[in-house]
């Protein structure tokens, strides 16, 4: 039987590898004008490392145009959090404005979300594979915990920690086994 205080554990299921994300990018790039809304919205799942429905639930409003950054409602205990994104996504995201409904951004459902999902993603990895793939790659690049703690609504460095263990045990078996 499972231990239940077992930390979760990541494994190279669980998010995309670079060439899955190069080939993601391109798939959307292939489809940015003709498919604007769908590829704008799994960019910016994969830009925010935000839940699908932290996603969903963004409104006109929580688009701050001066920052280029866009608040995400937390989800499951986690924090709000106000994050930049890259200009070019920001502006897709403005482009986005007039075809919401009720204020909200993205007017369509989580299924909606995951049938879009199936339609592009590179590889049979679920949807939640983005935000490990942000978290992963935004702390090879810093080094920082605490921001990607901060990045992902975490409000206990605990469940943070998955990311600094994974990454720190695949480089120090390759520095050891190589």
């Not at 502006?91 to 007039?98: A, D, G, K, S, T």
């Not at 469940?159 to 520095?175: F, G, I, P």
């Amino acid at each position: 039987m499972a231990n239940s205080s077992a930390r979760y554990a990541l494994n190279k299921n669980k998010y995309l590898l670079e060439p899955e994300v190069d080939r993601l990018e391109y798939i959307l790039k292939s489809f940015a004008n003709k498919d604007p809304r769908n590829c704008t919205l799994l960019w910016t799942c994969l830009h925010s490392g935000a839940r699908a429905q932290e996603v969903l639930n963004v409104r006109v409003e929580d688009l701050n145009t001066y920052d280029e950054t866009v608040f995400f409602r937390g989800l499951k205990g986690s924090n709000d959090r106000e994050l930049p994104l890259p200009s070019w996504l920001f502006q897709r995201l403005v482009q986005e404005i007039p075809s919401a409904r009720e204020d909200i951004l993205f007017p369509i459902t989580y299924n909606r979300l995951r049938q879009i999902w199936d339609h592009y993603r590179p590889v049979h990895k679920k949807l939640h594979a983005l935000r490990h793939t942000f978290a992963i790659r935004l702390y090879k690049k810093t080094k920082d915990l605490r921001l990607v703690q901060v990045a992902l609504g975490h409000r206990n460095i605990t469940n943070t920690m998955v990311y600094a263990d994974y990454v720190y045990s695949q480089q120090e078996l390759r520095k050891l086994i190589l």
